[in-house]
Nanobody, 124 residues
Framework: VQLQASGGGLVQSGGSLRLSCAASEFTLDDGYIAWFRQAPGKEREAVSCIYGRRRTTYYAESVKGRFAISIDDAKNTVELQMNSLKPEDTAVYYC??????????????????WGQGTLVTVSS
């Protein structure tokens, strides 16, 4: 299984970015796919997750109403649309996946597959 995250970049506060996580050898309908982020000097934190089978979505309180996670079936990718970005959203964003059917979505140890990070920088 390989996960490839992309879409990071530099954006001004209030702007938008769209991250993409391409999955190979992993069927998105079969498990949970999540985005985590890690800011400099801080612990990795869960941002959002989608359960592929039911398309159930989960969000951290800090991003609710601003971020939206979805699956693009044609591309076999998980997308994270990030709007109204704030400087505190600056971090390296990672996508992660698991084939488990029931997890605590916010716990990084629940995921056995991880992509490389993509850097998001939000300037004030």
């Amino acid at each position: 299984v390989q996960l490839q995250a992309s879409g990071g970049g530099l954006v001004q506060s209030g702007g938008s970015l769209r991250l993409s996580c391409a999955a190979s050898e992993f069927t998105l309908d079969d498990g949970y796919i999540a985005w985590f982020r890690q800011a400099p000097g801080k612990e990795r934190e869960a941002v959002s997750c989608i359960y592929g089978r039911r398309r159930t979505t989960y969000y951290a309180e800090s991003v609710k109403g601003r971020f939206a996670i979805s699956i693009d079936d044609a591309k076999n990718t998980v997308e994270l649309q990030m709007n109204s970005l704030k400087p505190e959203d600056t971090a390296v964003y990672y996508c992660a996946a698991t084939g488990s059917s029931k997890i605590l979505w916010g716990m990084s140890q629940e995921y056995e597959y991880w992509g490389q990070g993509t850097l998001v920088t939000v300037s004030s």
